[in-house]
Nanobody, 128 residues
Framework: QVQMVESGGGLVQAGDSLRLSCTTSGRTFGGTGLGWFRQAPGKGREFVAAISWSISDKYYGNSVKGRFTISRDDAKNTVYLQMNNLKPEDTATYHC?????????????????????WGQGTQVTVSS
């Protein structure tokens, strides 16, 4: 059974940084793309970032570009999201997910429907 577990969320002030982690168990980690999405109360799921299986391609949502960085360590079955200069509008539950489509390009990675396994999420709250 595949499980994805996020950690690293918390309550921070605007301008602070956080690093989220997501560890996968129950399958071989390499060979698949991974992504981060977030969902704020009353809003739909928003694409945050994704990284291809080869690590060569990374994609970011427009609202986080230049502030967030996605990375992965296949030896640890873990994907990370480094979040810098956090803003109150970044407040949301952050979910990691495993990509399950054979395609490339940003349009392939920014849709939630392209992902199969999801974590339960970790809460990030940014105060002003």
């Amino acid at each position: 059974q595949v499980q994805m577990v996020e950690s690293g969320g918390g309550l921070v002030q605007a301008g602070d940084s956080l690093r989220l982690s997501c560890t996968t168990s129950g399958r071989t980690f390499g060979g698949t793309g991974l992504g981060w999405f977030r969902q704020a109360p009353g809003k739909g799921r928003e694409f945050v970032a994704a990284i291809s299986w080869s690590i060569s391609d990374k994609y970011y949502g427009n609202s986080v570009k230049g502030r967030f960085t996605i990375s992965r360590d296949d030896a640890k079955n873990t994907v990370y999201l480094q979040m810098n200069n956090l803003k109150p509008e970044d407040t949301a539950t952050y979910h990691c997910a495993e990509h399950h489509q054979n395609c490339s390009g940003r349009g392939c990675y920014d849709s939630a429907s392209a992902y199969f396994y999801w974590g339960q999420g970790t809460q990030v709250t940014v105060s002003s």
